[in-house]
């Protein structure tokens, strides 16, 4: 059982000593200074905020009724009907 337990935190042990060495390193003159560099590349924060799709909108933009109402419409389902699509609108 003990060789089970030294197998197991031998190596955290090596871990903790190889942050705490990371901890000590020589001055940087980067105005951020991690304690720990291999969690300085971790992205906390999402820059980008896509708005959510909305069905209603999608469907009153790009819907039956939409298309077959204009004659442009009639021919993007036309076009999508010869080319052999299943879905022929939204």
């Known amino acids: 059982m003990s060789r089970l337990m ?3 935190f ?6 903790t000593n190889t ?11 980067s105005l951020v ?4 560099p291999l969690l300085a590349s971790i ?3 999402v820059r980008c ?10 469907v009153r933009r790009h819907g039956w009724n939409t298309r ?6 009639r021919r993007v389902i036309m076009r999508r009907l010869l ?4 879905v022929l609108t939204h």
């Open 6 to 8: 030294s197998a197991v």
């Open 10 to 15: 031998q190596p955290l042990r090596f871990m």
């Open 19 to 29: 942050l705490k060495t990371f901890g000590q390193c020589s001055p940087n003159t």
């Open 33 to 36: 200074k991690p304690e720990y």
């Open 43 to 45: 992205r906390t924060k």
């Open 49 to 58: 905020y896509f708005p959510r799709p909305n069905e209603v909108r999608r």
């Open 68 to 73: 077959i109402s204009t004659p442009n419409g």
């Open 83 to 86: 080319k052999g699509r299943f």
